[in-house]
């Protein structure tokens, strides 16, 4: 059965998945980096930048199990780019190069059409333009059984999660505050909407949390 | 010099310090006592209830730190009993029993004048109606030259918080969500305020985060 998993989500310790001012040169916001240091020394993340070696611990093995089995993936615009309002051109493809790390269906929500980008690697980006249950439909008709992933940013996690379309969420919380940004929490009532902490393990850089319903 | 301390205090993954709906028979509000199953085991804790033994470890530690060099403490008034307005009588002298757990002056913010109360064990209950700076210049006279200890509830944080009054803060994050009840962090930024994380350490129960300015 397909599930719609978050995965691999850093949040800082007061509740911020991004910080505020995303733009070209800060693509998570001001001090968004810091929420992810966690796991830039794992060998899954140097793997993915074509480097050599790195750790192989607790925060590695979450790594692996964020991008294990995931058949399709959905992402808000921001995500997917700075750009705002209508496509100016086809030039954006997204933060990471010609080879994203996603290597698989990947659908961005958007108001603004635009065809599908064939990357090298196995990642295609749909973009979805009647909302996030469309998106939900054509990542599992996609996902041929695999799981569905919510990839971020904040505000598509928190739609998700809103409309009860969330069956697990494993969140890295790494120890800084960062005051400002995207809270992930806010308004939110995690326990009504049936989750509760089913694994929490310390890593090297971050605690684990997971979310069951 | 007096350090103006926050320690030992429990919240959870989502930013509660407190379940809603707090009463005699919930001090904590609703599920507020999952916040603290990290203490209940430790040494500290079962001294403080008159048993023996009791883990040693990490948790404990924190436990020992939060109590250690403290010269005064400052509770709001919801953090010392559910009476609200006026004090009906004098029975009510806190959730603790005759051996309250502090063991020095302790100043309560009400809006309703009351005799201070002399504990068992060197506690001391004083009634301050003149707001959050006369309690802290009280808390700070009385304490001799060691710490005031802000010891809660949330809200009273909240307010030494954002009035900059606070030097340290020790957090213990509990692996739960509560989705519901009185939140630390909303609409307060920490970074704004000064801190930063200065230790963060996993312990058996909690992750433990110093924050320091």
């Known amino acids: 059965m397909t599930k719609v998993r978050v995965a691999g989500f850093s949040i800082s310790l007061d509740g911020f ?10 693509p998570l916001g001001l001090r968004g980096k810091e929420l992810h240091e966690w796991f830039f020394p794992t ?17 590695e093995s979450f790594a692996i199990r964020a ?4 058949g399709a993936f959905i992402l808000g615009r921001n995500m997917f780019g700075p750009v705002r309002g209508d496509w100016p051109d086809e030039s954006w493809k997204g933060w990471w190069g010609d080879n994203p790390p996603y290597h698989a269906p990947t659908f961005i929500l958007t ?21 996030i249950g469309a998106a939900l439909e054509q990542a599992r008709a996609a996902a041929g059984g695999r799981d ?20 697990e969420m494993h969140l890295a919380v790494s120890p800084v505050v960062l005051g400002q940004g995207e809270n992930l929490f806010a308004g939110i009532d995690l326990p009504a909407l049936g989750f509760r902490v089913t694994e929490h393990v310390f890593g090297e850089g971050a605690t684990h949390i997971v979310l069951s319903r």
Do not use: W
Not at 48 to 57: A, K, N, V, W
């Open 17 to 26: 998945g991004a910080g505020p001012d995303q733009s070209l040169e800060q």
């Open 43 to 59: 060998r899954s993340f140097r793997t993915m930048i074509g480097q050599e070696g790195g750790t192989q611990g607790i925060d």
């Open 67 to 70: 991008m294990d089995n995931c």
């Open 111 to 131: 108001h603004y059409p635009r065809a599908p980008i064939v990357m090298e690697g196995g990642t295609v980006f749909h973009f979805v333009t009647k909302g």
């Open 148 to 167: 569905v992933r919510i990839g971020g940013g904040v505000s598509t996690v928190r739609q998700y999660l809103q409309a009860g379309l969330v069956d």
